[in-house]
Structures are given as structure tokens and as C-alpha cells.
């Protein structure tokens, strides 16, 4: 099993081990799948070993708003909650490029959770995490000027060329691409980015 950047995985008791060998699954999807829809009731969970995903939410008076995106190591609050309590999941995912990973169903996850103190605390400490992060995402949207938050996501990309577009960057800081462009204008004119076909600079 692939699950070495799981921080769980090397600590699990023998039989919570031997327990999970026979009951997962292995996975490859491609880029550009909706693993689930904000609605769905997940039946099994994701255990991502190689690729991303975002989590996204929607509504008929907003614009796709990105709660975050899912790296391997991790596991989903979204699916995780969905699953255990088989109620919708409050957001839809999308995989951001191909993936491979392990599923595990509803009864196993909850067998496993009875089984493993280990895997307990890990789903504990999960949502501790992803409300933090939540929590910074509210304080954002809700008192950041929206071209503060835009530098900001530009500086946190790993490259001065990046490559994205306006509706895309309009998804993860949940607005418009109408707006979004029109800052992006503002901030080029500054001298803060140049804009290219399907890519911003910084300068």
C-alpha cells in the first residue's frame, strides 16, 4: 500500500492494519472527473496518494467558491462527514489532475474508527485543521479587499509565471471572472503583474 504520507499509516496497531490490506481498493481517475457532487450521500472515502483535488461549493446566487484543495497525505472533511453520517456533502470535488489513491466504504470506515485510537485521533485532528483553514476563508472573503486577496494567492504560487485564468482565479477567491479581470487590469496598470494569453506574470 501506498499510504506512507498518511500520518497514521505507520503507527497503526497489527490488526487495524491487517484490517485495512483486505478492505481497500485501489484507484487511478483521470483530470477533470467530479468524484462527487454537492448533494451526493459519499459512500466511500478517499484515501489520495498521488495528484490534487478541489473542493468546491456552489449556490444559484454565487459563483464557485474553492474551500480547498486536497493533496496526498490528506483525507477530505467533506467526504469524511458525508460518509460517517450519510448526509449530502456540503461540497462537490473535482480532480485538478489525474490521481491515484485507495477508496474505503462506509461500514469499513467505521469498523476501522472502532478498531484504531490511531485512526480516531487522525480524523479528529482532521477537522481540527480544515476549520482552521475554513475560518481563514470566511475572515478573507468576508474583510480582505479582493485585490489584497489576489496578491496574495500570487505570491503563494510557487512560480512568477502562472499559468491560470481569470474565471479559475475568479473560483478560488469566489467571484466573479468580470471582477476579477477588471482588478487584474488595475494591478497590471500599477505595474504589479503583466497579463499574457492564459497566464499572469509577477513582477
Not at 489520495?48 to 478541489?54: A, M, Q, Y
Not at 491515484?100 to 470506515?109: F, K, P, Q
Not at 477537522?127 to 496578491?151: M, V
Amino acid at each position: 500500500m501506498k499510504l506512507s504520507s498518511y500520518p497514521f499509516f505507520d503507527t497503526l496497531e497489527p490488526d487495524a492494519l491487517a484490517f485495512l490490506e483486505q478492505h481497500i481498493k485501489p484507484i487511478t481517475v483521470p483530470k477533470n472527473t467530479l468524484l462527487f457532487y454537492q448533494g451526493d450521500i459519499c459512500e466511500n472515502i478517499l484515501w489520495l496518494t498521488n495528484g490534487e483535488v478541489r473542493l468546491y461549493t456552489q449556490s444559484d446566487s454565487i459563483e464557485d467558491i474553492t474551500l480547498y484543495n486536497l493533496k496526498a497525505g490528506e483525507q477530505c472533511i467533506v467526504n469524511t462527514a458525508s460518509l460517517l453520517s450519510q448526509t449530502e456533502a456540503v461540497a462537490s470535488a473535482e480532480t485538478l489532475t489525474d490521481i491515484e489513491g485507495y477508496l474505503i466504504d462506509v461500514e469499513s470506515v467505521k469498523k476501522l474508527s472502532k478498531m484504531s485510537d490511531i485512526y480516531q485521533t487522525y480524523l479528529f485532528s482532521l477537522y481540527q485543521l480544515r476549520l482552521e483553514e475554513l475560518t481563514s476563508l470566511i475572515n478573507d472573503i468576508k474583510f480582505k479587499r479582493l485585490d489584497t486577496r489576489i496578491i496574495e494567492w500570487l505570491n503563494k504560487q510557487p512560480h512568477k509565471m502562472i499559468t491560470t485564468t481569470h474565471e479559475k482565479l475568479a473560483s478560488e477567491l469566489g467571484t466573479s471572472r468580470v471582477v476579477v479581470s477588471r482588478l487584474l487590469k488595475e494591478l497590471e496598470d500599477k505595474g504589479v503583474v503583466v497579463l499574457h494569453r492564459g497566464k499572469i506574470e509577477q513582477v
